[in-house]
């Protein structure tokens, strides 16, 4: 055992029993039911403790903590600590004293709790103690040990699967398509029963034939137009027709008209009335 190493306790049971055995006659195992289990030879507290490598069962008395037996188990399972065949709350452990005497007792508890925490701590503790082993021997060789090679074998291929993220960037970068125009600008109907308003043109403007006035036509070229064709929609412009004498002047030159001598005019107005 080597200098400065601590005692640590693995498990603590406030009450156990400890019974005497037969001699094991045959290799067939430990059974409970050959003892006298009503009897006890002592009763008292179990802890194990742990100093190294080594276990220690200790049975104390539940009062003053004198100890009255302990058994050190350097390997489970074996010899030092055994499971009954007839029971799972009842083992057989080697005890022994400064002198190095050895005698076998049977030990038990009362509920199966308490058996099985018993059995989970010296398990526990020699899985620690193999992990231990395992990584001293690491430790002094380090080439011996198990490597990690994350390099490519000669041959050796992967293959990625890039289609979605394409189509996932595809996605999130292209741009709404607006849906193509279907000709020529769509204006409501105007109303149903709806009148021309008649308008009355300002002094020195001659109002065309019908008495009403019309919306001038949108030359090309003209910013009006430019809109239109950035909105997607298509003007068709007519062709203008040439004048006729007929409406050059709807009104006639009232000065040379011999005929019209009924005919006066309204001081201030401009305007002819018949």
Same mark, same amino acid.
């Given at each position: 055992?080597?200098?400065?190493? &601590?005692?640590?306790?693995?498990?603590?049971?406030? $009450?156990?029993? =400890?019974?005497?055995?037969?001699? *094991?006659?045959?290799? %067939?195992?430990? *059974?409970?039911?050959? /003892?006298?289990?009503?009897?006890?030879?002592?009763?008292?507290?179990? %802890?194990?403790?742990?100093?190294?490598?080594?276990?220690? !069962?200790?049975? +104390?008395? %539940?009062?003053s903590?004198?100890?009255?037996?302990?058994?050190?188990?350097?390997?489970?399972?074996?010899?030092?600590?055994?499971?009954?065949?007839?029971?799972?709350? &009842?083992? =057989?452990?080697? !005890?022994?004293d400064?002198?190095?005497?050895?005698?076998?007792?049977?030990?038990?508890?009362?509920?199966?709790?308490?058996?099985?925490?018993?059995?989970?701590?010296?398990?526990d503790?020699f899985?620690?103690v193999?992990?231990?082993c395992?990584?001293?021997k690491?430790?002094?060789?380090?080439?011996?040990?198990?490597?990690?090679?994350?390099?490519?074998? $000669?041959?050796?291929?992967?293959?990625?699967?890039?289609?979605?993220?394409?189509k996932?960037?595809g996605?999130?970068?292209?741009?709404?398509?607006?849906?193509?125009?279907?000709?020529g600008?769509?204006?409501?109907?105007?109303?149903p029963?709806?009148?021309?308003?008649?308008? !009355?043109?300002?002094p020195?403007?001659?109002?065309?034939?019908?008495?009403?006035?019309?919306q001038?036509?949108?030359?090309?070229?003209?910013?009006? +137009?430019?809109?239109l &064709?950035?909105?997607?929609?298509?003007?068709? /412009?007519?062709?203008?027709?040439?004048?006729?004498?007929?409406?050059?002047?709807?009104w006639?030159?009232?000065?040379k008209?011999?005929?019209?001598?009924?005919?006066?005019?309204?001081?201030?107005?401009? /305007?002819?009335?018949?």
């Amino acid at each position: 055992m080597e200098e400065g190493e &601590y005692e640590s306790v693995l498990c603590v049971k406030p $009450e156990v029993h =400890v019974y005497r055995i037969p001699p *094991r006659a045959t290799n %067939r195992g430990y *059974r409970a039911a050959e /003892w006298q289990l009503d009897q006890p030879s002592w009763s008292g507290r179990l %802890r194990i403790t742990a100093k190294g490598q080594v276990a220690y !069962i200790k049975l +104390e008395d %539940r009062t003053s903590g004198e100890l009255f037996a302990q058994a050190p188990v350097d390997q489970f399972p074996g010899t030092a600590v055994e499971s009954v065949t007839d029971s799972s709350r &009842y083992f =057989v452990i080697r !005890i022994e004293d400064e002198n190095g005497r050895r005698a076998f007792i049977g030990i038990g508890f009362g509920d199966r709790g308490d058996a099985f925490d018993f059995n989970v701590a010296l398990q526990d503790h020699f899985k620690w103690v193999k992990q231990q082993c395992e990584f001293a021997k690491q430790a002094q060789n380090p080439d011996q040990g198990p490597k990690l090679d994350l390099g490519f074998k $000669e041959g050796q291929m992967i293959k990625l699967n890039i289609a979605n993220m394409k189509k996932k960037e595809g996605a999130a970068g292209t741009p709404r398509v607006r849906p193509a125009s279907t000709g020529g600008l769509s204006l409501l109907p105007p109303p149903p029963g709806g009148k021309t308003s008649t308008l !009355i043109p300002p002094p020195g403007e001659h109002l065309p034939a019908g008495g009403s006035l019309t919306q001038p036509a949108l030359a090309p070229g003209s910013v009006i +137009e430019h809109l239109l &064709y950035v909105c997607g929609a298509t003007v068709s /412009w007519p062709t203008p027709k040439p004048a006729t004498a007929a409406t050059a002047d709807i009104w006639g030159d009232f000065a040379k008209s011999t005929g019209s001598t009924s005919s006066q005019t309204q001081p201030g107005t401009g /305007w002819v009335q018949f």
